[in-house]
Each structure stands twice: as C-alpha cells, then as structure tokens.
C-alpha cells in the first residue's frame, strides 16, 4: 500500500523541534497533533512559538490572522492514540536516547494508521535502527530539520535500505508544502549530509582554540567572516545545545569507530560543567538573562 498524500500530521515531542516543526507545517495550513508526556511541556512549546510568531507579526512578517490560524490548527495533547492513530505523516522529536525512541516507534506501530508513514528527527540514529519496532518498514525514514527549525529551509529526507520510493518523494513534497528545501540523501550513513559536514568543522574548531591556535572569539569571527557563516562554530554548538553536540558527536564515534569523531576534551569539559550553551545561560559564552 502506497502512502496516501500528506494531509494531516503528528508531531511526537514537544521540545524545541518538536514544536517548532509542528508551527511550521500548521503555518502551512495543515492540521497538526502536538504530542507530550506532559501537559507542562506542551503549554510551554506552544507558548515559546507563539512568542516568536508574535514577533513576526510586529514586523510585519506574518499577519496576525495567519499567527491566529496556525495557533488554531495545532492541537496539543498527553494522548499518543489520539494524536497519531488517525494522521497520515507522524514525525517523531524526542531526545536521542535508543530505548525510548525504540519504545516509541513499538507503540506508533501499532497506533499509527496502516498507510501512514513514521518518520524520525533524529540526528544521529538512522530509520534502520526500528524497522523492526513497526509493522510497515517501507514507510519508514529520517526527516531531519535543522535549529531553528521556524527559521532552517533544509529538512534531509534520508531514505533507509527499507524505505520506499513513493514513501520518500511523499516527504520531500510535504517538505516543499511547509516552504522548505529538502535534499534527498540515499544512504543513511552517520550524520547524513549537513551535520557530518558541520561537526567535523566543530571538531577542528575545537583543536584550533585548545591548542591555543586562536582565541574562541576569533575563531568565530573568522568563520563569520571569512566563510560567511551565520554563525561561528562555538556560537553554533551554543545554539544546539553542548550537551546535544557531544552526544551527536558520541554518537558518531560508536557507530563509525573513527577517532575523529570522539568529542573533544575542550566541550567535554564545558558538558561536565553544566553549561549547556544558550540553554543554561552559559556554555563556550555567557547568556546573561537567558
Ligand atoms: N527559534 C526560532 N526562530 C528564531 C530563533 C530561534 N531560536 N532565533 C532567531 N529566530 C528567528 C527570528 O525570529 C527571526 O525571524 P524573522 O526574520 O521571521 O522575524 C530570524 O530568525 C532572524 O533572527 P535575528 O534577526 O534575531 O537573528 P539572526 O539574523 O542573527 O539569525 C539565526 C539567527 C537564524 C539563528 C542565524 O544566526 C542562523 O541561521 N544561525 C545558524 C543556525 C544553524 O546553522 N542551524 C543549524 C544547526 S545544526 C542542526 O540543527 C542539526 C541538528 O541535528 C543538531
């Protein structure tokens, strides 16, 4: 069974990408369900993207109808049956821990309806890693967004060996639908394209100041600068979070078993230290206020 055209959609995991996602496609003019375990955390997704549309609509960028109309479409709930039993595309953003997207996967497998396709948002962990958590692994596949994913025009479509054509093309349409750029990756090699591309940068960044090459602050002027990069790669790792970042960088030493990728003693130091980056209010930088 083919899946059917993206009409309504499924976002399990009301993080910041979680819910940004979900704003994203509701923006778009689909129905969304926004799923959490908590009733707190989906109040305060909902809040936070309500507070950065609102600044949309004082500059002009987004008429408060629109702001009005998307608010409408998403519905929040604790309810996973209810949130993904009846949607043809579920997205799932939770935290990149194996088991529980594991646990999850088990449960929309036997939730989800039999045409509707499971996607991940995950970074590091490829589609492979469930197929056999559900029923229909041809509908099965990465859709990686980027931070801030109200912002980011990229979303990877990463097709797993498992993975059908017709479920693919359906997700680069639906990603072309909420004004983004997809790129189709073939393979679902570790980190896929933009972040095997991005943390390995990081990684050399991160050697160039511990090795006393150059000042952290110059290395991201540097990068700014002379890459026209928005953003320096510690400014960046502190807008993903340091802790996401060694993970995702963890994460890519188990499964390729290449040194390159072991996090570096300079961000495993600032992990260890509790500053998380923008987050926490401090990470390579301060965040007074944050
Ligand atoms: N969430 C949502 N929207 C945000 C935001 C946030 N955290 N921060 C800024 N924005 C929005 C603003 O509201 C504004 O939107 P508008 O133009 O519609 O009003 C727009 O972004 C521009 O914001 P500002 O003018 O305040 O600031 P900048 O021009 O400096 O842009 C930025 C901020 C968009 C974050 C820009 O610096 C940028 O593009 N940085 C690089 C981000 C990046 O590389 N992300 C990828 C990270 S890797 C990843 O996500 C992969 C994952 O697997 C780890």
Aim: aromatic share 6%; proline share 5%; with cysteine.
């Amino acid at each position: 069974m083919s899946p059917r055209e993206i009409a309504s959609v499924a976002v399990v995991g009301a993080g910041t990408m979680g819910t940004q996602i979900a704003f994203c496609a509701a923006l778009h003019g689909y129905p969304v369900h926004l799923f959490s375990r908590s009733d707190q955390r989906l109040h305060q997704g909902v809040a936070e993207a309500t507070r950065i549309l609102a600044k949309r609509v004082e500059k002009g960028t987004l008429e408060p109808r629109d702001l009005e109309a998307a608010c409408a479409r998403v519905r929040p709930t604790t309810d996973l049956e209810e949130a993904a039993g009846s949607v043809d595309l579920v997205i799932k953003a939770i935290a990149e821990e194996r088991d529980a997207k594991h646990r999850v996967f088990s449960q929309l497998g036997g939730i989800a309806r039999e045409d509707a396709i499971l996607a991940s948002n995950s970074s590091t962990m490829p589609s492979s890693f469930f197929r056999e958590c559900v029923p229909h692994p041809e509908r099965l596949l990465n859709l990686h967004f980027f931070n801030p994913a109200l912002v980011m025009r990229l979303v990877e479509v990463v097709k797993g060996e498992h993975t059908a054509e017709t479920t693919a093309q359906a997700c680069m349409e639906f990603a072309r639908r909420i004004g983004k750029t997809p790129v189709m990756v073939r393979k679902a090699t570790y980190g896929f394209v933009a972040n095997r591309i991005l943390f390995i940068a990081m990684q050399e960044a991160f050697d160039l100041v511990a090795q006393g090459v150059v000042a952290m602050e110059d290395c991201d002027l540097a990068v700014r600068n002379g890459l026209n990069w928005p953003m320096g790669p510690f400014e960046l790792a502190d807008l993903v979070g340091l802790d996401i970042t060694e993970d995702i960088l963890h994460e890519g030493h188990v499964q390729t078993g290449e040194a390159r990728w072991a996090p570096k003693p300079l961000l495993r130091r600032h992990v260890e230290a509790g500053e998380l980056g923008r987050k926490t209010g401090r990470g390579f930088y301060d965040y007074p206020g944050a």
